[in-house]
């Protein structure tokens, strides 16, 4: 590694994918990168683009980029201009893209999740692992000032050993436009808002506990939209993590008809032998400590380019990825394990999930 060259070709593949957020934007405004090559959705879905053609979405969006269009996925992975891929391909279809993009030796940018299922998961961090590449998955909530300061007090030893996490996580301000909930859906991203929203609780929780959850226990509900309880899709989940040691996290998120503008909320507790810290969103941040309340800016978009800025630096250098694929694997096992908890009425390990072939 430490070879990404200045400026560095960004290759997009998917695009307008429902739930894809394309972090190419954030790389375009970069002077040490370029996107240089966009392709459409590998295997177009109806649902997922949500009616939109596909090569006709690409096009516009490589005309906003001033970048080439490209018809097929795999010329944009093995162009010799292209250095990293943002792959933006919704979850069923991002183990294909990843294992070409590592038989090409380029590095990914992957918004959420590796995968729909575990298989295609495991598929991910193997092709990455074998392949000696970096991957950053998109858990952009561990960037936001509050929460930044918050694990900075942590590892200073500021509450001591961390004892008990609560962190809820919720999305409001009633529907996504446009969007229904569907059985395809649901099969192409592998859940509802545990899927979607946990991950950025868990990714957080995932860097005050140092080991892995030995169980875990979930109770999910769709109790919001009709057209999730159609799909089998939650729209609220909470799931209680039990860690090594006797550590405990308990994570409450989903997607709400409540809540005005912004619609991002969280509440982050931290409870230590020492004390304790708290994080709050969104407007403005708080972060609470012994001695008093500061308040930070939320800048949602400042946590991206962060993250983005991170990912790079450290490609660069040649140093691990903050948030590499075997984060997003854990993280992944978390929320199938609480799919199978609710399911089955009780505690559950990650090993039992992984065997349920979720």
Not at 155 to 168: H, K
Not at 195 to 218: H, K, M, N, Q
Not at 236 to 258: E, I, M
Request: charged content about 20%.
């Amino acid at each position: 590694m430490g070879s990404l060259p200045e400026p560095a070709g960004v290759g997009v593949v998917g695009v307008g994918v429902r739930g894809q957020h394309s972090y190419e934007v954030w790389l375009a405004e970069r002077s040490d990168c370029r996107v240089v090559a966009v392709a459409q959705q590998p295997i177009p879905s109806p649902v997922m683009l949500e009616g939109k053609d596909p090569a006709g979405c690409a096009r516009e969006w490589a005309s906003k980029l001033g970048a080439e269009f490209v018809d097929d996925w795999r010329e944009v992975i093995a162009r010799p201009d292209v250095h990293l891929i943002s792959l933006m391909a919704d979850p069923q279809t991002a183990p294909m893209v990843t294992e070409e993009a590592t038989r090409c030796g380029k590095p990914i940018l992957r918004d959420k999740h590796l995968a729909a299922d575990l298989a295609g998961a495991r598929q991910v961090l193997e092709d990455c692992e074998a392949a000696g590449l970096e991957m950053l998955v998109t858990y952009n909530v561990r960037y936001l000032a509050a929460v930044q300061q918050l694990l900075l007090q942590l590892r200073s030893g500021a509450i001591g050993r961390p004892l008990s996490v609560t962190f809820v996580y919720l999305v409001g301000g009633g529907p996504l436009a446009g969007f229904v909930g569907t059985r395809e859906y649901a099969q192409r991203v592998g859940g509802g808002e545990m899927t979607c929203f946990g991950s950025y609780a868990l990714d957080v929780i995932l860097e005050i506990f140092p080991e892995l959850p030995e169980r875990v226990t979930a109770s999910q509900g769709t109790l919001f939209y009709k057209d999730y309880a159609q799909a089998g899709l939650e729209d609220l989940s909470q799931a209680t993590l039990r860690f090594p040691g006797g550590g405990v996290a308990h994570v409450l998120t989903g997607r709400t008809t409540t809540n005005p503008a912004p619609a991002c909320y969280f509440h982050l507790d931290v409870m230590g032998e020492k004390g304790f810290l708290r994080a709050l969103g969104p407007e403005p941040q708080h972060l609470c400590f012994a001695d008093g309340v500061q308040a930070v800016p939320w800048e949602d978009a400042a946590a991206v380019r962060a993250m983005v800025e991170d990912f790079l630096v450290r490609l660069r250098l040649g140093l691990p990825s903050p948030i590499p694929a075997r984060r997003g694997y854990d993280v992944l096992r978390i929320v199938k394990a609480a799919y199978l908890s609710h399911a089955q009425g009780r505690a559950v390990t990650l090993e039992e999930a992984e065997a349920a072939g979720l």
